[in-house]
Every structure is written in structure tokens, then in C-alpha cells.
């Protein structure tokens, strides 16, 4: 039996899977004080009537991280950079940094050395920090100086965490490695906290079950990773959603699914039975991490938005001032549409059909009102999924083949969840002439999600033949390349292997890999080839353990 | 808000000349590892550009393709080319300030008649980008101004007839280096007199040099000319560390070369000092061009790179002084060049296709109109590698022709095929904007 638990803004909610089926889900409110208050509720209402003992699998997907984000009680944090030459750093960080000496050039070779005594200088300035973030310049191609830069740090910081750039991601981007590792130490200890309690609460109740915890593209963690790379369980929500859909759902064809909620469309793009993820990796309170998600984009209409003219124009949303006029609202909104044009059962008809005469005014019948709001808020929808399928076709490709062999992103699926699809997702399906499907269990989708979605994890091996050696930039490791005759599909095993390693290391089992990238190139120096560049980057293949097929229980929709 | 640059990005990663070319996959292979590492494709001050394939259409309005131009290109030459124009549209259309066509392949050798690849160049980006601009946004004037260690043979020649192009190249010294030409007296045909400017200079030029005439020449000439646009032909191997050429120029002198420039669009050209130069020259024009501090970009061999001698620096200090001369007195040698020339210009040249062992013997008039700039000939004779001779005869009627120059060239490339001396007949009609093959 899978536990799966979403923290939402509103809501928490608790599922229990079982067999392909949901055999349980509980719905609690948010407990912003102290989530693991609602959590230990979810959990408690749903496994009424079961034994805690046969949960084989906890996983959360928990706002801690975006909280301690947003509401800015992060630790103090000592951040420290090896740039090299190059662009001026220093201002476009979350804080100001300790700059030190060394460089590390891009093939990795160390240029310039580091020295001990500037990082003695840099902690006496940096004493009273409650964790460290070492970041270097081409660290992800040689993690030497980073880990010696952590060694020389550590006999001063004594205990406190130390988070390094290039254990975060192993790919290019040292603006974004800094930025990933200074959160990750911020948020460090927060999260120990947080995952003690979850896990004391969970033995308390005889949960023995290994805990996972929800990364930003959907895949899930173990604790014991989560507790090193905490940063990763920032933003899940949405990727909650899309992991959701994935099981109950699962589109065969190019799609698009829409999460409506009271104020909000999440939307995400599908091809080949997987949600697209993002090119670039996220934005943490403006400043651009290496932390991967997926590809959504988010719409300011929902439910409970709020509908108005203004200039003659009709208004939908991105406001919302409080519930439907069928719920005792006080104004107009897209839910009482939904419920004046008989497309759902809820609420008080007559006072939806009140909101559509403030709307229509005497001319038009209740339902006409409500269509048109319908048709306006499908329109905005339609539009924001033209352009993210825009944005999309628009990032950059770097071979000449990929930029000629490009074929447009058509989609022929709409699926709908969360509250509000059943009154918008079939008139927008229907502007885009394509069908729709509004699976069941779209109320409880994101606890869902969390409760199947796989593990993962990756590993990014860059061998040069040229030099000799190979990096593995996550698992720390520069190693000489094996044997002379080195090719593409020895790194590929290579890192295949250090994959499985790592993943074993961390307790999960690995279903399937599947390479994310790979890179080729010989090296020719005076007219004369000297080796070769190979860089692979693989993963443990994002997924759901298990498809969705039925449920039990009252109140499923 | 609009943007400080555009910035189209295309290491062409799976295109090559030939496996252990110059221009092979691995060219900016450490130019995509520097930018990306830098985070400089994230800055609010940066938009990236994908880029977009240019036409035949495109490609047509500058070159006259021999037998035609399709076959002597790969998709590669179009997204270059493309990338160019996809930089010029960024600019026009106001999204952003300025911006860098960061492409390969090259295109600064291709010469309007092409016959093959010579100086790794095809088809020319800068030029095309150049008559996509007028045709398309309506500007006239145009400064191309090209920082490329070798002379921009290629551009000169497209622009040579165009008194609306001011064409500048310094370059090692002709007599030093690849193609052999770009001397002082090259200065464009009489009705386009002292719009092409060429500055040779002595192997082991620094950055002192550099911007001394860029102080001293450039900038001045390109105030007078009063350009609508400016473009930069930014080949990077002038740098200390480049295999194919003999100067000591560093990023630091390329950055602050952009900065002061202030080019409209900078497209790449050469640079084969993939590891030690690339780089950092192009993470200090990218900062430059988007108005941010380039201080720190420094090559970590820098001690490498030669000071400028003594000598050289009064041999660059005499050519400046000796070109502010000619300047200033250009509207009177101009007047002379036209009277010398009586009815028609001419020239004969050779010209070699290093990359595809071409022979190209030419002959060129340009008709000495009082009322426009004249109708163009080429009669081009080419010795191909295994081919044997392949000749063409081409009439270029060029924009705001006068109607008699137009009927004369139209006129004088009928009768050429009616003679039937050549195995190729063109007819490139820049006012009417099409190529024709008769």
C-alpha cells in the first residue's frame, strides 16, 4: 500500500493506494504554523480501518521548502566562489560572496590554485553563518577545488553544512549552481527539522515504511537524498499534478493537461506518454537555479474567479474576492457560470443566475451569460497553451539537424482535473478542435501524484580523452579513463553503472535508465586528431509505480 | 523593456568543412562551455535567439551562384545565414538594443560570384543580412566594419561599386597572410570612392594599435559617413593565441573594441584559437555589447601574449596619419578616380578558392554613369579541379539604376549569350530584387 500526502496552499491532502486502486483519501486544511500538524492528520483519517504496517511507501510532496522560501526564514548563509575570469559575479548573487583564487578552465584542468589563507579570511568574516555554499567556476567538470576549498572550511565550520555547487547538478551553468547551492544550505536546516518530525510522527504510528519526498520535475527522493539536497523539494505542487494525471490518465498522444483549480490553470504539455520538462531550471525568488522542473505555465483563471467588465470589455480573473455567488459569495464568478449553464450540480442555482444577470444585464437568457464567460475564459486558456507550446519551439537548438527536423508540437488531447476542469476543459478542448477527458479522482490528483511517482536521480559522466580522465560531477569523482580505446558506448556504460551505484546507494530500485543527453566531440589539434570529448547525462526513468484504475470510498468525483 | 542584446547562438555542433578542419564541430565547442558556465544566456540584460533558416531568396539578392547556388551549400550555410538576419530583425523590430549573430559557418571571403568555398566562406552572412536590411526596412547607408585578422575580401568585393556601404577592415598586412590583399589602395571603384577602407597592419599589432585606429580612423569615418546602421564582422583572430595568424590582440582589446564600436549587430567571423582565445573574447564582446562590466575577462595564459614593438607602433601611428590625409581629401581624389576611369571602370583579377582549388580569372566593368552608379559586369573564367574551365557572364543593374543603365546592362548580357562564349548567363536585377538565369 502506497501513502501519498500533498501540502497544498488551502488543503492537505492524504490518499491510500492499493491494487491500482485509491482505497482511501482525506482532505484537511493547511496547518501554515506547523505543517506536520496536517500531515499527521491526512495521514490518520486516511488509514482509519487500516494497518499502518502494510504501507510499504510514504511520499510527500510538501511545501517546507517553498515556505521557508517565501516567507524568507532562511538560515544565514556563508558563500563562497572560485570565478575565475569571467563575467563580475558578485552583485548578482543572494548575497554578497567571499571571492577566492583558483580557476578551473572548461576542459576541467586546474589553472590556478586556491589558497588556504584567503579561506581563513573569508570564514573569520563569515563566523557567525549558520551553514556554508562553496561554489567554483567548472566545478561539474573537475570538483577538485570545491572539495578542497570544503575541506579547508570544514576544520573552522565544524559541524555546520556545507553545500557545494557541483554536487547539486553536474551540468554547466556556475550562476545557477551558486544560486542552487546558497539555497540549499539556507534551507538545510529547516528541512532536517522537518523530516526528524515526519519521521518520529510516521514511527509513532508504526509507519516503517522508507519515505520519499517530491522533487519539482515529478520524480521523488528518498529522505535520507532529500536531506542533502533539500532545495530540490521546492515548488512540487504543480509536478504533483502532472504525476497525477500520469496515472490516472496517461495520454498516448501528443496532449495538453489543464490542473483547474479555484484561481489558477496549471498547464503542462505531454508527448510520448511523459510531461515535457523545462529547458532551464527554476527561479527561486528571482534568481535562476540549476533545480529542474517541468514545463507548465500557470494562467490566472480558476473557479473562483472573479468576473466584471471593464472598458466594455468582459473580465475573467486573475482576482479572486472570495467563493461563488452560489456559495454565498458576493460576486460573480466562473464557478457560478459553470453552474447557471448546468455543466456541474452545486451551490444555490438561483443565486448563480443572479451573478449571470449582473453580468448580461436583461438582454441575454442566464445561459448565454454563463456560455460567453465560458467561452472568454477558454479563450485566455487556449492562449496560454499557444504559448507555451511557442516558448517551447522558440528555445534554441545548437545542431543543424535538430533546427531543420523540427516538427510543430500538435496536440490531440485535452485532460482536465482539479475542481474547476469539468466546466472549462470541454470548451477548450473544443476550440482547439481536439477531444478531452476529465479522469476521475481530479479532487484528490496531487496526493495521488506523489503517492506513485517513481524515484529518480542522475549522473552526468564527462570523459576527455585528450586529458585521460572522466568526471562524475554528483558523486565527486575524477578518475583516469580505464583504457585507451575509450567510446561513446563505454561512457554510456560508464555512467550507467555510476547510476546504478548511486541510486543503491540511496536505497532505490531502478526499473529502467534512459539518457537525458549526450555530446560528442573529437579533439583536433595541428591538423591531427588527439581524442575526445564525450559527455552523457543519465537518469533513473521518471514514472508512476502504478497506473489508476479504480477507487473506493464516498465523495470521489 | 526592451533588451541590451539579442543573442543568436548556433555552433552548427554537427557541421564541418572536413573532420580536422578549422571549422569543425569542436570550433565553439569551449565558446558554448564559457557562455553557458558564466550564466550569461540567463542575464535579464540577454534574450537568446533561436535562428531561422534564410531563402535562396535571401542568398540570391547578394550572390550569383555559378552553375547556381544551391548545390555549392549545405543547410548549414542558410542557418548562418539565417542567424544573421534573425539578429537584424531582433534589432529592427526593437526587442532588443543591439545584438550578436554568434554562427558558423563564416562568410566574410564569399565574393558575389561564387564558384566554391574559398576562406572557409560560402556564401556571405554580413552581406546578406546587409540587402535583407534594405530590402526589407528600407535603409540606405550601412558601415560594415570587420575585425577579422584576414582582409574581408569577400564583403569588399560585394560593396566595392556601393557608395552606401562603407566598408573597414583592418587585417595583418596582405603581404603576411591569407588572402593576400586589403591594401590601402584599395578604396572602391570611382563612383564608390573612399568607401572601402582598408588598414593592414603589421604582424604583432597589440591592443594599443587596435585602438589606436579605432580612435584615429574608424571612429572619425564612420561619424562622417553617418551610417544607419552599423554592423561588426567580428572574426576574433586577431587574438595573441591564434594558429592561423601572427597578432597579439587579447579579449580585454576585443571587448573594449565592441564597447566603443557600438555596433548595431556583430556577426562572427574567423577565429581558430578555439580554447585559449574564443572564450574569453566572446564572453568580453557578449558583456560588452549588453552594456556590462567585462573587466574580469581575462585569458588565464595572458603573460602569453607579446607586447607591441616600438616600430610598430610608429609604423600604425604613420598609416593613420597618411589615411587621415586621403580621408579628408576623398571628395577631390574621388572626382579624379572618375575622370581617370572615362566610360567604363575595369579590372582584371584572379581569384582563388582555397578550399575548393579554384581558379577564377575575372574580368570586371562597371559603366561611369553621371545619373547612377552604373550597370556591373562580370565574366568570370574558373578552372575546377577536375571539372575543367566553367565560365559565366553576369549584368548586375544595381539599385536606383537610371533607366539606361538598365536597359544597357540588361542589353549587354543578351548579346553575351547571343556571342555564346560563356557556358552561364546572369542577370542579377537589384532594384527589382530577383536573379535571373538566362
Given at each position: 500500500m502506497l501513502l501519498g500526502i500533498d501540502v497544498g496552499g488551502t488543503f492537505t491532502d492524504a490518499v491510500v493506494v492499493d491494487d491500482n486502486q485509491v482505497i482511501r483519501h482525506a482532505k484537511t486544511p493547511t496547518t501554515h504554523g506547523s505543517l506536520l500538524a496536517c500531515i499527521t492528520q491526512a495521514v490518520d483519517q486516511s488509514l482509519i480501518g487500516l494497518k499502518s504496517s502494510e504501507i510499504t511507501r510514504v511520499a510527500l510532496s510538501t511545501t517546507i521548502v517553498t515556505n521557508a522560501i517565501v516567507e524568507g526564514q532562511l538560515a544565514k548563509v556563508g558563500l563562497l566562489v572560485i570565478p575565475g575570469p569571467g563575467m563580475k559575479i558578485?552583485?548578482?548573487?543572494?548575497?554578497?560572496?567571499?571571492?577566492?583564487?583558483?580557476?578551473?578552465?572548461?576542459?576541467?584542468?586546474?589553472?590556478?590554485?586556491?589558497?588556504?589563507?584567503?579561506?581563513?579570511?573569508?570564514?573569520?568574516?563569515?563566523?557567525?553563518?549558520?551553514?556554508?555554499?562553496?561554489?567554483?567556476?567548472?566545478?561539474?567538470?573537475?570538483?577538485?577545488?570545491?572539495?578542497e576549498a570544503a575541506a579547508s572550511l570544514r576544520q573552522q565550520a565544524g559541524h555546520r553544512h556545507i553545500s557545494l555547487g557541483s554536487q547539486i547538478t553536474g551540468s554547466l551553468n556556475f550562476w545557477r549552481r551558486t544560486n542552487s547551492a546558497y539555497y540549499n544550505a539556507a534551507v538545510w536546516s529547516c528541512f532536517q527539522e522537518f523530516a526528524n518530525a515526519v519521521e518520529a510522527a510516521l514511527r509513532q504510528r508504526c509507519i516503517h515504511a522508507p519515505v520519499y519526498i517530491l522533487k519539482a520535475d515529478g520524480g521523488t527522493m528518498p529522505l535520507s537524498v532529500a536531506r542533502t539536497i533539500p532545495v530540490e523539494a521546492i515548488f512540487t505542487g504543480p509536478a504533483a499534478s502532472v504525476f497525477g494525471v500520469m496515472t490516472l490518465a496517461c495520454p498516448a498522444v501528443p496532449s495538453v493537461s489543464l490542473d483547474i483549480g479555484g484561481t489558477t490553470t496549471d498547464i503542462a504539455l505531454w508527448q510520448q506518454g511523459l510531461p515535457l520538462f523545462a529547458g532551464q531550471g527554476i527561479a527561486i525568488a528571482g534568481y535562476p537555479t540549476s533545480i529542474r522542473s517541468l514545463r507548465l505555465r500557470s494562467v490566472g483563471i480558476g473557479g473562483d474567479s472573479l468576473v466584471r467588465w471593464e472598458n466594455n470589455h468582459l473580465k475573467i480573473g486573475p482576482q479572486r474576492l472570495g467563493p461563488a455567488m452560489a456559495l454565498g459569495g458576493e460576486y460573480p464568478t466562473v464557478s457560478d457560470a459553470f453552474i447557471a449553464a448546468g455543466l456541474v450540480n452545486f451551490g444555490d442555482r438561483k443565486r448563480a443566475e443572479q451573478a449571470m444577470a449582473q453580468i448580461g444585464g436583461a438582454s441575454l437568457s442566464f445561459a448565454e451569460t454563463a456560455n460567453f464567460i465560458i467561452d472568454q475564459a477558454a479563450t485566455q486558456i487556449v492562449q496560454a497553451i499557444n504559448a507555451l507550446i511557442s516558448e517551447w519551439t522558440a528555445e534554441p537548438v545548437y545542431c543543424v539537424a535538430d533546427l531543420v527536423n523540427t516538427s510543430a508540437f500538435k496536440p490531440e488531447l485535452v485532460i482536465g482535473v482539479g475542481g474547476a476542469a469539468r466546466g472549462l476543459v470541454p470548451a477548450v478542448a473544443q476550440k482547439m478542435g481536439i477531444a478531452c477527458r476529465l479522469p476521475a479522482g481530479g479532487a484528490v490528483v496531487n496526493a495521488i501524484g506523489a503517492a506513485v511517482a517513481r524515484p529518480t536521480m542522475e549522473v552526468t559522466v564527462r570523459a576527455d580523452t585528450a586529458i585521460g580522465e572522466y568526471t562524475v560531477a554528483e558523486c565527486g569523482v575524477k578518475a583516469a579513463v580505464p583504457r585507451l580505446r575509450f567510446e561513446m558506448p563505454d561512457v554510456q556504460q560508464l555512467g550507467k553503472q555510476y547510476l546504478l551505484e548511486r541510486a543503491a546507494q540511496a536505497g532505490i530500485a531502478v526499473e529502467a535508465t534512459e539518457l537525458l543527453q549526450q555530446e560528442e566531440f573529437h579533439l583536433v589539434r595541428g591538423f591531427r586528431t588527439i581524442g575526445k570529448i564525450m559527455t552523457c547525462q543519465l537518469q533513473v526513468k521518471p514514472g508512476v509505480l502504478t497506473t489508476i484504475s479504480g477507487f473506493s470510498g464516498e465523495g470521489w468525483q | 523593456?526592451?533588451?541590451?542584446?539579442?543573442?543568436?547562438?548556433?555552433?552548427?555542433?554537427?557541421?564541418?568543412?572536413?573532420?580536422?578542419?578549422?571549422?569543425?564541430?569542436?570550433?565553439?565547442?569551449?565558446?558554448?562551455?564559457?557562455?553557458?558556465?558564466?550564466?550569461?544566456?540567463?542575464?535579464?540584460?540577454?534574450?537568446?535567439?533561436?535562428?531561422?533558416?534564410?531563402?535562396?531568396?535571401?542568398?540570391?539578392?547578394?550572390?550569383?551562384?555559378?552553375?547556381?547556388?544551391?548545390?555549392?551549400?549545405?543547410?548549414?550555410?542558410?542557418?548562418?545565414?539565417?542567424?544573421?538576419?534573425?539578429?537584424?530583425?531582433?534589432?529592427?523590430?526593437?526587442?532588443?538594443?543591439?545584438?550578436?549573430?554568434?554562427?558558423?559557418?563564416?562568410?566574410?571571403?564569399?565574393?558575389?560570384?561564387?564558384?566554391?568555398?574559398?576562406?572557409?566562406?560560402?556564401?556571405?552572412?554580413?552581406?546578406?543580412?546587409?540587402?535583407?536590411?534594405?530590402?526589407?526596412?528600407?535603409?540606405?547607408?550601412?558601415?560594415?566594419?570587420?575585425?577579422?585578422?584576414?582582409?574581408?575580401?569577400?564583403?569588399?568585393?560585394?560593396?566595392?561599386?556601393?557608395?552606401?556601404?562603407?566598408?573597414?577592415?583592418?587585417?595583418?598586412?596582405g603581404r603576411t597572410l591569407y588572402p593576400g590583399t586589403g591594401f590601402m589602395e584599395e578604396m572602391g571603384s570611382p563612383n564608390a570612392f573612399c568607401t572601402t577602407l582598408n588598414i593592414p597592419l603589421p604582424p604583432g599589432t597589440g591592443d594599443e594599435g587596435l585602438h589606436a585606429v579605432l580612435d584615429g580612423l574608424i571612429l572619425p569615418a564612420?561619424?562622417?559617413?553617418?551610417?544607419?546602421?552599423?554592423?561588426?564582422?567580428?572574426?576574433?583572430?586577431?587574438?595573441?593565441?591564434?594558429?592561423?595568424?601572427?597578432?597579439?590582440?587579447?579579449?580585454?582589446?576585443?571587448?573594449?573594441?565592441?564597447?566603443?564600436?557600438?555596433?548595431?549587430?556583430?556577426?562572427?567571423?574567423?577565429?581558430?584559437?578555439?580554447?585559449?582565445?574564443?572564450?574569453?573574447?566572446?564572453?568580453?564582446?557578449?558583456?560588452?555589447?549588453?552594456?556590462?562590466?567585462?573587466?574580469?575577462?581575462?585569458?588565464?595564459?595572458?603573460?602569453?601574449?607579446?607586447?607591441?614593438?616600438?616600430?610598430?607602433?610608429?609604423?600604425?601611428?604613420?598609416?593613420?596619419?597618411?589615411?587621415?590625409?586621403?580621408?579628408?581629401?576623398?571628395h577631390d581624389l574621388s572626382r579624379q578616380a572618375k575622370l581617370a576611369a572615362g566610360d567604363f571602370w575595369h579590372r582584371n583579377r584572379s581569384i582563388y578558392y582555397d578550399d575548393s582549388g579554384i581558379y577564377d580569372d575575372q574580368r570586371e566593368r562597371v559603366r561611369m554613369c553621371p545619373h547612377c552608379v552604373g550597370y556591373h559586369i562580370i565574366e568570370s573564367q574558373a578552372e575546377h579541379p577536375g571539372q575543367g574551365l566553367v565560365s559565366a557572364f553576369a549584368a548586375i543593374l544595381p539599385r536606383f539604376a537610371c533607366p539606361q543603365c538598365r536597359k544597357d546592362g540588361q542589353d549587354a548580357v543578351h548579346a553575351a549569350k547571343r556571342q555564346g562564349r560563356y557556358q552561364h548567363y546572369f542577370l542579377q536585377d537589384k532594384e527589382q530584387d530577383f536573379l535571373e538565369k538566362l
Open positions: 558578485e552583485n548578482l548573487l543572494p548575497v554578497p560572496p567571499a571571492i577566492l583564487s583558483g580557476y578551473t578552465d572548461h576542459r576541467g584542468r586546474k589553472v590556478a590554485g586556491i589558497a588556504e589563507h584567503e579561506i581563513r579570511a573569508a570564514f573569520d568574516c563569515l563566523k557567525d553563518c549558520d551553514a556554508f555554499a562553496i561554489s567554483g567556476k567548472f566545478a561539474n567538470r573537475n570538483p577538485g577545488q570545491e572539495l | 523593456m526592451k533588451k541590451q542584446l539579442g543573442l543568436v547562438f548556433f555552433p552548427a555542433f554537427d557541421w564541418a568543412i572536413s573532420p580536422t578542419h578549422p571549422e569543425r564541430q569542436e570550433r565553439l565547442l569551449y565558446t558554448r562551455d564559457q557562455i553557458v558556465e558564466e550564466g550569461l544566456l540567463d542575464l535579464p540584460q540577454i534574450q537568446e535567439y533561436k535562428p531561422r533558416l534564410a531563402e535562396y531568396a535571401d542568398v540570391n539578392r547578394v550572390h550569383i551562384g555559378v552553375p547556381a547556388i544551391s548545390p555549392l551549400i549545405t543547410e548549414a550555410h542558410l542557418v548562418s545565414a539565417g542567424g544573421a538576419i534573425t539578429a537584424v530583425e531582433a534589432v529592427m523590430k526593437q526587442e532588443v538594443k543591439r545584438a550578436f549573430a554568434l554562427v558558423r559557418p563564416p562568410g566574410h571571403h564569399a565574393m558575389r560570384m561564387v564558384h566554391g568555398t574559398r576562406g572557409f566562406c560560402t556564401i556571405n552572412i554580413e552581406a546578406i543580412m546587409v540587402e535583407y536590411l534594405r530590402k526589407n526596412y528600407g535603409i540606405r547607408r550601412v558601415a560594415i566594419v570587420d575585425t577579422d585578422v584576414h582582409h574581408g575580401d569577400g564583403t569588399q568585393d560585394i560593396f566595392y561599386h556601393d557608395p552606401d556601404t562603407l566598408f573597414i577592415s583592418f587585417h595583418q598586412d564612420l561619424a562622417d559617413f553617418k551610417p544607419e546602421v552599423i554592423i561588426n564582422s567580428a572574426g576574433q583572430d586577431n587574438h595573441y593565441s591564434d594558429p592561423l595568424a601572427n597578432m597579439a590582440i587579447t579579449a580585454q582589446g576585443y571587448a573594449k573594441l565592441a564597447e566603443q564600436l557600438k555596433a548595431d549587430i556583430a556577426v562572427l567571423e574567423g577565429g581558430y584559437s578555439i580554447e585559449q582565445a574564443l572564450p574569453y573574447v566572446n564572453v568580453g564582446i557578449v558583456l560588452a555589447m549588453a552594456g556590462l562590466s567585462y573587466a574580469e575577462v581575462v585569458e588565464p595564459d595572458i603573460q602569453r601574449c607579446p607586447g607591441q614593438s616600438a616600430a610598430t607602433t610608429a609604423y600604425i601611428q604613420e598609416m593613420i596619419q597618411k589615411w587621415q590625409g586621403i580621408w579628408r581629401a576623398r
